[in-house]
């Protein structure tokens, strides 16, 4: 069975740095692209990034462009999140999504990460 | 990136079929057939429905069917059950290589 399961999240003040986590198991993550996509508590999900599989490509959406990096360890079978400068905007549940060709077959339970002085 | 446009709400009675559609531009939906439909129940992840416009994943029900002409993609749920009150999402690949989703649609079951 494949599982997502992302860690990280919690309360950080406006400007701060927090790192998110998505340990994959049960595929090889090493051979997909992978994403983060964030939902606000009761509104709409927005995708933020995604990595291929040799890190050699990322790409982010214009609200966290310069703020957040994506990066993986294949090795470890994981995906990470670099949140910096965080705003009062970024408060939200993120996902560690799986890519498959244009779509996002496998998202994991989320981690919530709140942004609040 | 503006969001792709979703009706907020759409309703139907069990039984009844019902269609969500999901507006962008030629940069988006219009340009590619990577456009894919995902159900949220509360409180969950959401769940591959439709991807490539149209292709079902295994194990979703055939009562889900998706669809594109122009700039405006759609999804039909048939047979309507209570189950499949949820929100629901359109989202499509981009020009620009990102992704973008819908404002999403709250569909009940009266």
């Known amino acids: 069975e494949v599982q997502l399961v992302e860690s990280g999240g919690g309360l950080v003040q406006p400007g701060g740095s927090l790192t998110l986590s998505c340990a994959a198991s049960?595929?090889?993550?090493?051979?997909?692209?992978v994403h983060w996509v964030r939902q606000v508590p009761g509104k709409g999900l927005v995708w933020v990034s995604r990595?291929?599989?040799?890190?050699?490509?990322?790409t982010y959406a214009d609200s966290v462009r310069g703020r957040f990096t994506i990066s993986r360890d294949n090795a470890k079978n994981t995906l990470y999140l670099q949140l910096n400068s965080l705003r009062a905007e970024d408060t939200a549940v993120y996902y560690c999504?799986?890519?498959?060709?244009?779509?996002?077959?496998?998202w994991g339970q989320g981690t919530l990460v709140t942004v609040s002085s | 990136q503006s969001a792709l446009t979703q009706p907020a709400s759409v309703s139907g009675s069990p039984g009844q079929s019902i269609t969500i559609s999901c507006t962008g531009t030629?940069?988006?939906?219009?340009?590619?057939?990577?456009v894919s439909w995902y159900q949220q129940h509360p409180g969950k992840a959401p769940k591959l429905m439709i991807y490539?416009?149209?292709d079902r994943p295994s194990g979703v029900s055939y009562r889900f069917s998706g669809s594109k002409s122009g700039n405006t993609a759609s999804l039909t749920i048939s047979g309507l059950q209570a189950e499949d009150e949820a929100d629901y999402y359109c989202?499509?690949?981009?020009?620009?290589?990102?992704?973008?989703f819908g404002t999403g649609t709250k569909v009940t079951v009266l």
């Open positions: 999504v799986k890519d498959h060709t244009g779509y996002h077959d496998y």
């Open positions: 049960g595929l090889a993550l090493s051979t997909y692209w």
């Open positions: 990595i291929n599989p040799e890190s050699t490509t990322t």
């Open positions: 030629s940069s988006d939906v219009g340009g590619y057939n990577y």
């Open positions: 490539n416009v149209y």
């Open positions: 989202s499509s690949y981009t020009s620009t290589s990102t992704y973008v």
